[in-house]
């Protein structure tokens, strides 16, 4: 099979190769076109960052913040209720009953009286005896006392008789019988002396027994008295009643658990200081007799009460530290609505720091300087003190003047000589004066 040639037509060529060169034209000149407008980076002058900031005016005054520390309201009395004597509880007062107010002479219980009524009647009854007995035993002993002295006047009267007839028979004018005679009847009168003198003595012994028993019994009876008395257990104070454990034909006996009163009166709030806190005050005269105000919060509402401080604890604990220390409420009484238990605060002033400053704590750098705004708007550190707090505040002193802007903002890059300024007020370095602030 024969093959063909193609031979193009000799002016195609030219226009192809015309072409060819308009194209690589255009691209020269849009080559040219990029570099003549092509971004020329040129270098600029550096703009300082200027810093918003929030700040607070430097006043120097006396300051005295109110320390507040959290407590509970304890009572300045309580009494355990217990049953005095055992027997039948026949009767409740009418208040008796947990959380019930009771006033001073109120009765709780009774307890039935018919064991130690008679018991008494019973003891009246062996002291009636008793007087009788010492009365026929003193009548005795005053019979024996009256036959005792006849006795030894007789006694008197043989001796004598004794003493003549001796004589007589020495004279040979009475015989020996009769000088027997009379020596048997005085020692028979010397026998019945000594026996009228036991009785009397044995008279006197019983009379001394009889009033002791009578003693005894007098005694006794007091104590059944008192018992019958105490079958009526009654409020000693006015105060509120708690864990009540006693119930009408329960029979209790002597010492068992019948309730706890708790005292309406002398309320205290019990609060603890810090060793720091404790010193401070110490230094501004110390705690005794200083005014406090208890607070009690109820929901959205605010019970206050004025208060005193009245002791602190004899002792401290080392795992604690600080002291406790008791606040005295002014107001007490049945009509308050405040209980003990109660959680509370207590505001006390505290010492006086003189020539300080007071301002936000978030103003206060690693706990020992500030920054205030100083010349052209640039900060300065300013070294304080850390004396004592009040709320969320904090009173310092230290390098600070009246009128010092105090820097409350911030941020990482805070130093000495960073450009700040305050919106609120309008300075800074693009405001047309030097910054003006003021404290809020």
């Known amino acids: 099979m024969a093959r063909i040639k193609f031979t193009p037509p000799r002016g195609q060529f030219a226009v192809n190769l015309a072409g060819f060169g308009a194209l690589l034209v255009v691209a020269a000149l849009i080559a040219v076109l990029l570099v003549a407008t092509r971004t020329r980076l040129e270098p600029t002058e550096p703009?300082?960052?200027?810093?918003?900031v929030e700040t607070w005016i430097a006043e120097r005054r006396d300051h005295q913040p109110r320390m507040r520390v959290f407590g509970e309201l304890a009572a300045g009395r309580s009494s355990e209720m217990r049953a005095l004597v055992q027997g039948e509880v026949v009767a409740v007062g009418d208040y008796f009953r947990n959380g019930a107010a009771v006033a001073k002479g109120d009765v709780l219980i009774e307890i039935d009286r018919f064991?130690?009524?008679t018991a008494i009647a019973e003891l009246k009854a062996s002291i009636s005896e008793t007087r009788a007995r010492i009365a026929e035993a003193e009548a005795n002993r005053d019979?024996?006392?009256?036959?005792?002295?006849?006795d030894k006047e007789m006694l008197v009267l043989l001796q004598r008789d004794l003493d003549r007839t001796t004589e007589l028979h020495g004279r040979g004018n009475i015989s020996d019988k009769?000088?027997?005679q009379a020596k048997i009847e005085l020692t028979r009168q010397r026998q019945t002396v000594a026996r009228r003198d036991a009785a009397v003595k044995s008279n006197d012994a019983k009379v001394l027994q009889q009033r002791a028993a009578l003693q005894r019994l007098a005694i006794e009876l007091e104590r059944?008295?008192?018992?019958l008395q105490r079958t009526r257990l009654v409020a000693p104070f006015d105060g509120f009643l708690s864990e009540v454990n006693a119930q009408l034909g329960q029979r209790v006996s002597v010492n068992d658990r019948i309730a706890r009163l708790v005292g309406a009166a002398q309320l205290e709030a019990r609060g603890h200081l810090s060793d720091a806190q404790y010193g401070r005050l110490l230094a501004d005269?110390?705690?005794d007799g200083r005014l406090a105000r208890v607070v009690w919060t109820v929901g959205e509402r605010e019970l206050a009460y004025d208060a005193v401080i009245a002791r602190i604890t004899a002792e401290i604990?080392?795992?604690t530290g600080g002291v406790t220390f008791y606040a005295l409420l002014a107001a007490d009484g049945l009509d308050l609505p405040i209980r003990p238990g109660a959680f509370v605060s207590i505001e006390l002033p505290d010492r006086r720091f003189p020539d300080t400053v007071r301002l936000p704590s978030v103003a206060l750098h690693d706990g020992d300087h500030v920054f205030v705004v100083g010349l052209d708007d640039r900060l300065e550190r300013r070294a304080v003190t850390p004396l004592a707090r009040a709320g969320n505040d904090i009173i310092v002193s230290g390098d600070l003047r009246d009128g010092d802007a105090i820097v409350l903002t911030r941020f990482n890059e805070i130093g000495t000589g960073v450009l700040v300024r305050d919106p609120d007020l309008g300075t800074g370095a693009d405001a047309p004066e030097p910054a003006r602030v003021s404290s809020r």
Request: charged share 35%.
């Open 47 to 52: 703009v300082e960052r200027v810093w918003n």
């Open 115 to 117: 064991e130690y009524e």
């Open 224 to 227: 059944a008295e008192r018992d």
């Open 143 to 150: 019979s024996e006392t009256i036959s005792l002295t006849q």
């Open 178 to 180: 009769s000088l027997d």
């Open 317 to 319: 604990r080392p795992e």
């Open 285 to 287: 005269g110390g705690l």
